[in-house]
Each structure stands twice: as C-alpha cells, then as structure tokens.
C-alpha cells in the first residue's frame, strides 16, 4: 500500500504545479472532450496555457469570458491548428497580461454565415485585437502579452537501471539552460544534469534525458531553468521508487518494438493477484491504453492490443500491483 500511496502524491504534485491544456482532437472549446487539461479530461481555466494542436480544429459557439475581474490571471492561447468562430455572436476574452499566439500553419478564422463583422471577436484586457471583418489570420502572428516560459509536463519513470526524465515546454524566452536536481530529502539538493535551453521559443519542445545513477529507494527530481541574465525559477518536484533489485522489478515486453495494429505480450514476475493495472502512455503522459487485469498469476503473460489509432512513437508501458510497479519502454513503428 505504500507504493499506491507515492502513486497518489506524485499525480497530486502535478496537479498543483501544472496548468496547462492542450487539445486531444477536434470539438467545441467548452467540450471536456477536446481538452486534456492537467492531465485529465477538461476545459480551459483562468491561469492556463492553452495549445490546440495541429491538425486540430477548436470551435467556440459560446461565450468565452475571462476577462477581469471574474479572472484576474493571465492565459495564453497557443495555436498551431485552427480556432474558428463557426456562429455569430461568441468571443473570447482573455484577462490582462495574456498572449494569444498563432504559430506557423495555425490560423485564426470566423467560418459563421455572412455579416456580422464585429460579431466575433478577440479581446485581451478590454483591447480587441482581432474581429470577424478581419478574415482569416495565419500564423506567425501573435497578440497581447509574449507567452512566458511554461512547463507543460515533467515526470521521472524508472527504466530498468535508469530513471528517465522527460518534460515539455510550450514556450520559452530567454532560456539559457535547465537544470535536472536531485533529493532523498527535498531538502538537500544535488545537480544530476545541465541541458541547454532553446532559448527563444513558441513551439512545443519536448526533453528528454536519463540519470543512469539513480539513488536507492525513494528519490525527487525537480527542474531548474535559468536565463540569460542569470535569472532562475524552480518547477514541480516528482518523486521516484528505485529498486536496486532488477530480478524483483523487471518486466519485458515482446515484440519491441511493435506494429501498430498488432498486440504484445507482457511477461512479469508479479506473485499472484487479484488485480494489475497496466497503462500505456507516451512521453507527454497523455494515456493510449489502460486496463485492470483481474486474476493475474505469476509469469502470467499480459496481452495489450495496440490499435492503429496510436501513432508512431516511444511509449512507457506501466503495470501496477498492489505492491509492485513495472515499468517498461516501448516502440511503436
């Protein structure tokens, strides 16, 4: 019960730190559906950095108000697919201090029948940037307030003898380089790796490294990012469970790398139980697969289809027992 209960901190750190939501298909932008927003299904919030993603078309048909002082914290809209205005009436208005940006092949559009000029609209701290008479905008373009630097995700996933560090950013200005920490204690801190930063950014950038040295036992990782100029901000502290003891810990998985449209196989060392919760995500935690397995005996193999659906990619297969968590890097070509 103890690992269950570091699951439970982990995701409830995350939570706290991360506000961000970015679209997972197609829809209405008040559709819980089109959003995974902090790691879970939901809609855009006051405080969020927003990415609709490309080849994704977001629509609002409804008011989108948040502007001060019903929410007096900046938003940031990234958009590398489409936002359009499918009905006359709606807008979106976004508190003071907020950015709407579109990016390269991203477009900003009013599809709603004839007329109506001003019945669509951008607005940013009472300033329209942006009205239905104005057509159809593409990216580059950016409006309001630059979009700061911002962790979309970070996590640390034991791989075998390693601990894999993977975080996103949605932007970044002015960012020299991250610093990957390391504590037994949150206390003590100790730099486990520098990697330079892109500097100036409004894309989608995703990190990954390794600590091919983890600590024994439980662990926390953190990032700091400094720019430039010197100046520093720390982000969310992840905890981990290392297990020196691979016989104990170790699963594999065949075939791997696996095709799309195909199943693997899970071969494990979990002693008999009731229950194993098996998840397949991908490096930005959005989950492709996940299942109770009932009844699971030891060397029991565990089948898990990969649909066509999952795009190519590396992948972390998760298999939880009550006692036990195995994890497991997975290529998809």
């Not at 109506?116 to 951008?122: K, R, T, Y």
Request: charged share 15%.
């Amino acid at each position: 019960m103890k690992l269950n209960h570091l699951i439970i901190v982990l995701f409830f750190i995350q939570t706290q730190v991360i506000a961000a939501c970015v679209s997972v298909g197609s829809g209405d932008w008040d559709d819980p559906n089109t959003w995974v927003c902090n790691g879970v299904p939901g809609v855009p919030g006051c405080g969020d950095t927003i990415t609709i993603t490309a080849g994704h078309t977001v629509t609002i048909r409804n008011q989108q108000n948040y502007s001060e002082p019903g929410c007096g914290t900046p938003m940031f809209v990234v958009v590398n697919g489409t936002l359009d205005f499918p009905v006359n009436g709606p807008k979106l208005q976004l508190p003071c201090n907020s950015g709407f940006i579109i990016n390269s092949g991203g477009s900003l559009s009013a599809s709603a029948p004839a007329g109506g000029g001003s019945a669509n609209f951008l607005e940013i701290c009472g300033t329209v940037y942006w009205r239905k008479a104005d057509g159809t905008q593409t990216g580059p373009i950016s409006y309001g307030a630059p979009l700061p630097i911002n962790l979309v995700y970070f996590d640390a996933l034991v791989i075998e003898k390693t601990v894999l560090l993977t975080w996103v950013t949605a932007s970044e200005i002015n960012n020299d380089y991250f610093t990957i920490e390391r504590s037994v204690d949150t206390k003590i801190w100790e730099t486990v790796l520098i990697i330079n930063g892109a500097g100036n950014s409004s894309q989608i950038i995703e990190y990954t490294e390794t600590d091919f040295n983890p600590i024994s036992g439980i662990s926390y990782y953190r990032i700091k990012q400094t720019d430039f100029d010197g100046r520093f901000e720390y982000f969310n502290i992840v905890p981990v469970k290392y297990n020196t003891s691979i016989e104990e810990d170790e699963i594999s998985i065949f075939p791997n790398p696996a095709n799309q449209g195909g199943n693997i196989s899970i071969n494990h060392n979990f002693n008999s139980t009731d229950k194993v919760l098996v998840v397949l995500r991908d490096l930005q935690g959005k989950e492709f697969y996940s299942k109770v397995h009932i009844k699971i005996n030891k060397d029991e193999l565990i089948g898990v289809p990969i649909d066509y659906e999952i795009p190519k990619g590396i992948y972390f297969i998760v298999a939880t027992s009550e006692n036990k968590i195995h994890s497991k890097k997975l290529i998809i070509k």
